[in-house]
């Protein structure tokens, strides 16, 4: 059975930073792709940051230069450093490991950025 359990969120103040941190069980952590995305309130989901099985990174315009997403395969986890962060960045965060046509999300993790 796989699992994706994010960590990390909270409240914290514009400017302040979080590190959110998922831990995946029951799969071939190596060979995914690693997603963060994030659903604010009305909006949809949008991907935040990934990171492939290569360690090749791509972000949303949004957080570029904000934001690092990290790997260890060892640990099986993916972290997602965000600095300077903005109230707009409020939003439920998720964590989704994809490989060709599997796909699974994690329950989130929610992130306030008071102004």
């Known amino acids: 059975q796989v699992q994706l359990v994010e960590s990390g969120g909270g409240l914290v103040q514009a400017g302040g930073s979080l590190r959110l941190s998922c831990a995946a069980s029951g799969l071939a952590f190596g060979v995914y792709g690693m997603n963060w995305y994030r659903q604010a309130p009305g909006k949809e989901r949008e991907l935040v940051a990934g990171?492939?099985?290569?360690?090749?990174?791509n972000y949303a315009d949004s957080v570029k230069g904000r934001f690092t997403i990290s790997r260890d395969n060892a640990k099986n986890t993916v972290d997602l450093q965000m600095n300077s962060l903005k109230p707009e960045d409020t939003a439920v965060y998720y964590c989704n490991a994809r490989q060709r046509v599997s796909t699974y999300w994690g329950k989130g993790t929610l992130v306030t950025v008071s102004s």
């Open positions: 990171i492939s099985s290569g360690s090749r990174t």
